[in-house]
């Protein structure tokens, strides 16, 4: 199937707040193409789990949402207050939190949890959905998964219930997959263990993967496409191995500053951080949101929207980012 997964258009988020509107997403575009892993990185704060609970119809009831269009797997569903969402959530696509417990209930067992839902959405059978079930936990590592359907969540180790968790979403055998910072919460053996699954699964299964992450060495693991979230916008989009190659906007180029390099990279040292902090996302924000920490900025930064570039490398899908001072140039 070639159909895009997921085409996301001029989205905006807005949280009322005692200081006055907090406009956290302020028009990002996502576009995922099945098989495709898209990573969103960026600091705490610029927005990045809303735009995740955006995408599943999940903002906080006072949030006001708005996207230009919002189109899954064909269905438009640009009202993010639509029936058509809530059908499409845990039925085409399917979301794993940083934290299980946000997923899991502790007084149903891992069978009721993993099983009631597809039974009632495909009419199966009991024994058919502990059949699936049983294949997923397998699949994600859990052994003597047949033995563990009566146990609850406080019976797995914390690792586990992340891989339950992930057997979870895949029960209905999502096409879309939008996984907020899965792994941050495990050491990094486990971690590891389960990003490559993901990749297996991706094979087999097609899913398009949304990967939420601030982790720079997942990404260069896993990811085919990389947006950089800043303050509310994606202010840098390039297929993953150009962005490593050649950073253009100065904050990716800060990200990318920050990454230790094995053997390169004096163990204890301090690397170099970016000065200063997310700026505040209350009321509006002329100019370039990053100039403040930017050491290429200059007056004009100040003034107006920032000016978007895009760029064509060769055999490479386009690349754009914002900025006032970077052009960017043709990639060989
Ligand atoms: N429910 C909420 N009510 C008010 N403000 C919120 C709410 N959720 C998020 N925010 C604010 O919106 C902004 C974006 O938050 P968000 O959690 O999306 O960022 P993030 O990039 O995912 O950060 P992190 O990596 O820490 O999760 C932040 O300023 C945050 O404080």
Redesign the pocket.
Known sequence: MTETLLDLRNLH?T?P?EQGD?H??RGVDLKIEPAQTLCLV????????????ALMGL??R??RTRAGSYNVCGNDITDVDSPALKRLRGDAMAMIF?DPTAALNPTLTIGQQLTEAVMLREKLSHAEADTRAINLLERVGIARAETRLARYPHEFSGGQRQRVMIAQALMSQPRLLIA??PTTALDVTIQAQILVLLKELQDELGLGILL?T?DLGVVAAVADEVSV?YA?RIVEHADCDALFDLPFHPYTQGLMRAIPVPGVTPRGSHLPAIPGR?P??IGEMPGCAFRERCSSAGADCERGSVPLHRVQSIGKSERSFECHRVEGGPLA
């Not at 960026?42 to 609970?53: H, R």
């Open positions: 988020i949280l707040t907090l956290a997403v960026g600091e705490s704060g610029c927005g990045k789990s809303l735009t995740a609970s903002t906080p006072y949030a940083q907020d910072e939420i601030h979230m509310g997310v505040s996302l």
